[in-house]
């Protein structure tokens, strides 16, 4: 059974930059998402990489400041965030599925608990 942890999370600044990680372990070829649920929110896609790190997917609106990517060697998916703004303050949730392309939170079989940023302005 695949198992996702999700860890980075923390306290920063307004403009500061953040990695999180996303530990995978049960199976190597697999698809890894991010996602992203503020306060009264609903839960939003951010991005998407597959198993090898050849095709990714963004939200739009998030494209221009976000970046996945993986180190299999390590078993861990990374989301590089920069530029943080206060909107961005949420509960980061990593989804693992062998399937690649969904950008729905249901459409993963494996879901983290979720790591907090806060952002303060």
């Known amino acids: 059974q695949v198992q996702v942890v999700e860890s980075g999370g923390g306290l920063v600044q307004a403009g500061d930059s953040l990695r999180l990680s996303c530990s995978v372990s049960g199976r190597a070829r697999i698809t890894v998402a991010w996602f992203r649920q503020a306060p009264g929110k609903e839960r939003e896609f951010i991005a998407t990489?597959?198993?090898?790190?050849?095709?990714?997917k963004y939200a739009p609106a998030l494209k221009d400041r976000v970046a996945i990517s993986r180190d299999n060697a390590n078993n861990t998916v990374y989301l590089q965030m920069d530029t943080l703004k206060p909107d961005d303050t949420a509960v980061y949730y990593c989804?693992?599925?062998?399937?690649?392309?969904?950008?729905?939170?249901?459409?993963?079989?494996?879901r983290g608990q979720g790591t907090q940023v806060t952002v303060s302005s």
């Open positions: 990489i597959n198993w090898n790190g050849a095709y990714t």
């Open positions: 989804a693992a599925d062998v399937r690649y392309g969904s950008t729905e939170w249901n459409g993963f079989e494996s």
